[in-house]
């Protein structure tokens, strides 16, 4: 991530990943996936969604409509959620993605973190 806010990975060059085209934000992470070969990338995009490439198989789950209250936490919460869907429950990627996504979302619906 540089100084203003862009994400830079050679060819793909994104401006504001959080209002990109789903499509790019999937180019970046393979594009990383290859380059680090890393076999499974998450990419958070705010209120456009999530995505998740894990074995080369790319995963999208759009946002539900929420009340945002405060989003401190919002971030941890998905990670810790993904983590143990991955890790503990064995979740398939969809799944979990989904689960991450929705439990970040509550988190952000609640006052304070």
């Given at each position: 991530?540089l100084p203003n806010g862009t994400l830079s990975l050679g060819s793909i060059?994104?401006?504001?990943?959080?209002?990109?085209?789903?499509?790019?934000?999937?180019?970046?992470?393979?594009?990383?996936?290859?380059?680090?070969?890393?076999?499974?990338?998450?990419?958070?995009?705010?209120?456009?969604?999530?995505?998740?490439?894990?074995?080369?198989?790319?995963?999208?789950?759009?946002?539900?409509?929420?009340?945002?209250?405060?989003?401190?936490?919002?971030?941890?919460?998905f990670l810790a959620a993904l983590l143990h869907g991955w890790l503990v429950?064995?979740?398939?990627?969809?799944?979990?993605?989904?689960?991450?996504?929705?439990?970040?979302?509550?988190?952000?619906?609640?006052?304070?973190?």
């Amino acid at each position: 991530m540089l100084p203003n806010g862009t994400l830079s990975l050679g060819s793909i060059s994104v401006a504001d990943p959080a209002s990109s085209k789903k499509r790019v934000l999937e180019q970046a992470a393979r594009l990383f996936a290859d380059r680090t070969g890393c076999d499974h990338i998450c990419v958070t995009a705010g209120k456009r969604g999530a995505g998740l490439l894990r074995n080369a198989s790319w995963h999208w789950d759009p946002p539900q409509p929420i009340s945002v209250k405060d989003t401190v936490g919002a971030g941890d919460s998905f990670l810790a959620a993904l983590l143990h869907g991955w890790l503990v429950a064995d979740l398939p990627p969809a799944a979990n993605l989904h689960r991450a996504a929705r439990v970040a979302e509550y988190v952000a619906t609640r006052d304070g973190a």
